[in-house]
């Protein structure tokens, strides 16, 4: 988390808007063979709560039950250059958006781990919009046979430290005309964080 008070928010409804936003994350723990990250679409429970899978092979797999443990969610990002300030005798820095969560991770059952499955691919299949792909398209050996191969988890959110670094130490012009910059560079869901934060 970046130091500076001014990047942070204690908004919780904005924070999950963003973890649900991006549905995917990094889960990271330190095993008996040293610090592991397991990269995971996230889905957000509904009562403080991430649910995730990873492979059974995963290196995480074995130790994360009853482990506390880190999820990062990383939000959109850009370089800011001095050309972009009214004085350019100044220095390259970035914008971004960036979530750490932490907390007590417990072992989905198989109920559990199919309802997130199936939840998972409602609301990722709806962002695509037109015809949805469904799970019973695929055969149910098949599916039992890739279902041996997953775990799935819930990390219960005890602690939220967000940043949201998007220019506030600049003037108000200032800040419109960086996010007109990163828009003109690619990067308009980036201007629409600054404009939506920084309003």
Known sequence: MHPNPLFRTDDRELIE????????GMVFLTTP???RVAHVPLIASGDGALRFHIARSNALAAHLDGAKALVV??????????????DRASVPTWDYVAIELEGAVT???????????HTSITQFEDGLGGEPWL?????????????KGIV?????????????????????????RIAEEHAAHGNPHLAGWMR????
């Open 196 to 199: 939506k934060v920084t309003a």
């Open 135 to 147: 799970a019973s398209e695929t055969p149910d050996s098949h599916w039992a046979k890739l279902f």
């Open 33 to 35: 063979d040293g610090p």
């Open 73 to 86: 969610v990383n939000g959109p990002h850009g370089y800011v250059s001095p050309r972009w300030y009214p």
């Open 17 to 24: 808007s963003i973890v649900a936003e991006a549905g995917f």
């Open 107 to 117: 072992r989905l059952d198989d109920e559990g781990l199919e309802a997130l499955l």
């Open 152 to 176: 799935g988890f819930e990390l219960a959110v005890e602690t939220m430290r967000p940043t949201l670094k998007l220019s506030q130490k600049q003037p108000a012009p200032v800040r419109e």
